[in-house]
Nanobody
Framework: VQLQASGGGLVQAGGSLMLSCHAP????MGWFRQPPGKERERVAS????????YYADSVKGRFTISRDNAKNTAYLQMNSLKPEDTAVYSC???????????WGQGTQVTVSS
């Protein structure tokens, strides 16, 4: 499964970005990020049907994960961005009942203060 993520960039604090990830197939989708010098963390995830979502505490109320299965695409809308959101963001896909097993290339998100 090839995942294609896009939408990263440079934004000022308080701004917004939307990330997109194209993933053909029936998979749960997740967004992960790895800040410089830190470990990767799961930011948000969504089930195939879209009824089950997860958000890291650090992004609750600011980020929204969604998906359009007709387009095989998952999205991460990021609002009220903070400098600490700066990281390489990657999308991943998981078969039902499995851990995230397919990964896309990362996209850099940089938030300036």
């Amino acid at each position: 499964v090839q995942l294609q993520a896009s939408g990263g960039g440079l934004v000022q604090a308080g701004g917004s970005l939307m990330l997109s990830c194209h993933a053909p197939g029936r998979y749960g989708m997740g967004w992960f990020r790895q800040p410089p010098g830190k470990e990767r963390e799961r930011v948000a995830s969504i089930s195939w049907i879209g009824t089950v979502t997860y958000y890291a505490d650090s992004v609750k109320g600011r980020f929204t994960i969604s998906r359009d299965n007709a387009k095989n695409t998952a999205y991460l809308q990021m609002n009220s961005l903070k400098p600490e959101d700066t990281a390489v963001y990657s999308c991943a896909a998981a078969s039902f009942g499995h851990d995230f097993e397919y990964w896309g290339q990362g996209t850099q998100v940089t938030v300036s203060s």
